[in-house]
């Protein structure tokens, strides 16, 4: 499914492929979704819908890598898709609010907060 994913062009196929990997649970393809996340951002049609099926994946996965990917949702404009970045969030990093204030305080950006080292 993983290759799948990287090969696809349908979207609609692409947002069935995603989901499947959430549900399969499998944290191997975090990274593979987080990649895929970070090429759709790059274009500008990118749709509400996929945004919500790759953190609703990644909120299955419950792999603390995604943070850094889902992070930037956290701001946005859209109700929708703040929301399920709070809600993965919460799943994914239960403190996470104490650990934003705690550094933010310091200058830090989310970015590096939830850098995870591989």
Do not use: H
């Not at 499947?20 to 393809?29: E, F, S």
């Not at 709070?86 to 970015?111: G, H, L, S």
């Amino acid at each position: 499914m993983c290759r799948a994913l990287k090969i696809e062009k349908d979207k609609f196929i692409c947002n069935k492929i995603i989901e499947a990997l959430g549900r399969i649970a499998d944290p191997k393809a975090t990274m593979i979704i987080c990649q895929y996340l970070s090429n759709q951002l790059k274009e500008y049609d990118v749709d509400k819908f996929t945004i919500i099926y790759i953190i609703e994946s990644l909120t299955r996965l419950k792999d603390k890598r995604a943070l850094v990917y889902i992070g930037p949702f956290l701001t946005s404009e859209d109700r929708d898709i703040k929301k399920i970045a709070q809600e993965a969030f919460d799943t994914i990093e239960p403190n996470w609010r104490e650990i934003m204030k705690n550094n933010i305080e310091k200058d830090k950006a989310i970015q590096q907060i939830f850098k995870i080292k591989f």
